[in-house]
């Protein structure tokens, strides 16, 4: 028995993925697989969320002090948990003893559809209150 990992990225594109697929298992070896969906520029979503993040506290913080009768003041500290985000698709596709493996397989047709990925960030945003 042997194990390799590997990661192959490419556009979504179902029938590249079936041709993938289908060279895979026709592969001798009768290789274990399993298929994520992830998004192609993850650093650029993240930007957006943290930009997001910190628009939606400021509002927040601007409505707390117009209510409290108070003007808000600058950003005393900015607080931000520095964990990776998880960008990847809760479908999740595990290609094991479900297909039946042939050297003729070419392509594979598969039809499936990523769930939508869901993400969220936290930052802690402190003003003065003047």
């Keep these: 028995m042997c194990s390799h990992g590997v990661r192959l990225e490419f556009d979504f594109d179902m029938s590249k993925l079936g041709e993938t697929l289908g060279a895979i298992a026709s592969c001798e070896a ?18 957006q969320l943290l930009a997001s993040a910190v628009e939606n506290a400021k509002l927040k913080a601007e409505i707390l002090a117009k ?4 003007t808000l003041g ?16 809760d ?16 392509s594979i047709s598969i039809d499936i559809h990523p769930d939508e ?14």
């Design 67 to 70: 209510s409290a009768g108070v």
């Design 74 to 89: 600058a950003i005393q500290r900015i607080d931000y948990n520095w964990s990776e985000l998880h960008l990847f698709s």
């Design 30 to 47: 009768v290789p274990n697989f399993n298929i994520k969906f992830s998004i192609k520029e993850p650093n650029v979503v993240s930007e």
């Design 91 to 106: 479908t999740d596709l595990d290609m094991d003893e479900n297909i039946e493996y042939s050297p003729k397989i070419k």
């Design 117 to 130: 990925i869901k993400v969220s960030d936290t930052a802690t945003i402190v003003w003065a209150i003047e």
